[in-house]
């Protein structure tokens, strides 16, 4: 198994441009979730899912869609880049069960830099 | 609102010696906490989740040990390695929506030969 993986794992854009982020997991997963970790502010979630076809806003949505159109994929959209969003992006699933023993399991991260 | 801390932010130790990480949350009401080691430039990776009815999980060298009365969790490393170089970060879930994840700022450990 692959796990959860994100593609691309670099990109840098000018102020404006649109992009979308790719993460996918082979585990069956039921929840996946989009986070961007930056310095002294730890990991923040942008947007989660609990299902295919089911989307909901994070701490810090603003500016990022997100789509779950097929169950082992979750998109993460910028439509119009600003430099607030250079940050390294993670993404992250964990299956469905009991709240007492679920755990996320993480990519190895997108790296974006907007210039 | 749930507030994860940890302290110390850095620490740097000789090979050999035992450890102590400490991570706190000031709502005690969590169904879990799960500790994650993060490699420079690396995704995170799950080192132990404890449940709330437990008092320590351990792997290998590990021991994870959980007080929610106090709001506290230490992650015990013995006879550490230059190896467990990393920053560890805690998390726990949000008492209003356990479908979302908060997370301390990590300890950098470095441990020298």
């Known amino acids: 198994n692959a796990g959860v993986t994100q593609t691309p794992k670099f990109r840098v854009l000018k102020t404006g441009q649109s992009m979308t982020l790719l993460c996918a997991q082979d585990m069956n997963h039921e929840y996946m979730y989009w986070y961007r970790q930056d310095p002294g502010m730890g990991l923040r979630l942008i947007h989660y899912s609990v299902g295919e076809g089911t989307t909901a806003k994070g701490e810090v949505p603003d500016g990022y869609n997100v789509s779950r159109l097929k169950k082992q994929n979750f998109l993460l959209g910028l439509e119009s880049a600003a430099p607030s969003q250079t940050s390294v992006y993670f993404c992250?699933?964990?299956?469905?069960?009991?709240?007492?023993?679920?755990?996320?399991?993480f990519g190895p991260g997108t790296r974006l830099t907007v210039t | 609102k749930q507030e994860v801390t940890q302290i110390p932010a850095a620490l740097s130790v000789p090979e050999g010696e035992n450890l102590v990480l400490n991570c706190s949350f000031t709502?005690?009401?969590?169904?879990?906490l799960q500790w994650f080691r993060q490699d420079p430039g690396k995704g995170l990776t799950s080192l132990l989740l404890i449940q709330s009815s437990q008092r320590e999980q351990t792997s290998g060298r590990l021991n994870a040990s959980l007080d929610k009365s106090s709001g506290r969790s230490t992650l015990y490393i013995a006879a550490s390695q230059p190896g467990d170089s990393a920053t560890y970060l805690c998390?726990?879930?949000?008492?209003?929506?356990?479908?979302?994840?908060?997370f301390g700022t990590g300890t950098r450990l470095q441990v020298f030969p």
């Open positions: 992250a699933s964990s299956p469905l069960g009991d709240y007492f023993s679920y755990e996320q399991y």
């Open positions: 998390a726990v879930p949000s008492p209003y929506n356990t479908d979302k994840l908060i």
């Open positions: 709502d005690s009401a969590i169904y879990n």
